[in-house]
């Protein structure tokens, strides 16, 4: 496991963890989960992006769209 996903998988258990203990008073609070939870959403739509174009390499190498019926 590289260290990226060492912090990735980190900060959704902070987020998680800030979200529980989440106080609307305290502006610092309010703002520090938003930047988190913007930077880890946009890192997961990235990561399942790239995932897709793995998925779509592997497919054409095998051969298996035309299996598919």
């Not at 902070?14 to 610092?28: G, P, S």
């Not at 890192?43 to 390499?57: D, G, M, P």
């Amino acid at each position: 496991m590289t260290v990226f996903t060492k912090i990735y998988r980190f900060l959704w258990i902070a987020l998680v963890i800030m979200l529980i203990f989440f106080d609307r008073q305290n502006i610092y609070l309010v703002v520090t989960t938003l930047i988190i939870l913007f930077f880890v959403s946009g890192i997961a739509v990235l990561r399942a992006i790239e995932s897709r174009k793995q998925w779509r390499l592997y497919i054409k190498e095998e051969n298996l769209e035309d299996k598919i019926p």
